[in-house]
């Protein structure tokens, strides 16, 4: 079963915005993780936040997790048409050891 | 750097054929290896998992298996596909914190 889930499940957006998707899951994790996927390509690994942490940064990337609500977000700045993807977010549960939950992703469309 | 390697990039085969689908990783020694299924619009699916040379966790029960004979290398096989079987097969190496994933391989069971 999928642990993630993303919100919302399509996201269009033109060049300069901001997009922002979400990601809930249901039970205590070490960390969370997440995944961009080009159309009918491998993932690449984004960002990852420990459980233990609130919030992190990585250029136009910006992370924060909430663990009292099980709930992530990605927010990524001044988009770009190269942003144009599949994100996903990915939950590495305690105790789990390296078997992640991926959600059903956000597909996201950054027009010029 | 490491790398992985997964063939073939697509494939087409007939209800009730057999599959193999190889995955081979680059630059690092003993990784944890990982299979899975993607379906359309769909997450991921673990299928698979490996710590070692001969070790295999299945996650899913289904008519596919898998196996590591060397290393570095991880095979995906089935004796008789379905038509649920089609789906985009991505392999991965990594541990707790990140996993890196190769190309996929498309598989279309007709």
């Known amino acids: 079963s999928q642990q993630g889930e993303e919100d919302p499940q399509a996201l269009s957006i033109q060049e300069g915005e901001n997009a922002t998707m979400n990601c809930s899951y249901k039970t205590s994790i070490n960390n969370l993780q997440w995944y961009r996927q080009n159309s009918g390509r491998g993932l690449v690994h984004l960002i990852l936040i420990r459980s233990n942490e609130r919030e992190k940064h990585s250029g136009r990337l910006r992370v924060t997790l909430d663990t009292s609500k099980k709930s992530s977000s990605l927010l990524i700045t001044a988009s770009r048409a190269a942003d144009t993807a599949s994100y996903f977010c990915?939950?590495?549960?305690?105790?789990?050891?390296?078997?992640?939950?991926f959600g059903a992703g956000t597909q996201v469309v950054v027009t010029p | 750097s490491q790398t992985i390697h997964q063939w073939p990039a697509t494939l087409v085969q007939p209800v009730g054929s057999p599959l193999s689908l190889e995955c081979t990783v680059e630059?690092?020694?003993?990784?944890?290896l990982y299979w899975y299924r993607q379906a359309a619009g769909r997450g991921l699916q673990l299928l698979f998992y490996s710590v070692g040379i001969g070790q295999i966790s299945s996650e899913v029960p289904q008519n596919l298996s898998a196996s590591r004979p060397q290393d570095r290398q991880f095979i995906l096989s089935s004796k008789k596909l379905l038509l649920s079987d089609s789906g985009f097969y991505l392999c991965?190496?990594?541990?707790?914190?990140?996993?890196?994933f190769g190309p996929g391989t498309r598989l279309l069971v007709l």
């Open positions: 630059g690092t020694s003993n990784p944890n």
């Open positions: 991965a190496w990594g541990g707790i914190e990140t996993q890196y």
């Open positions: 990915a939950t590495a549960p305690e105790g789990g050891w390296g078997k992640f939950q």
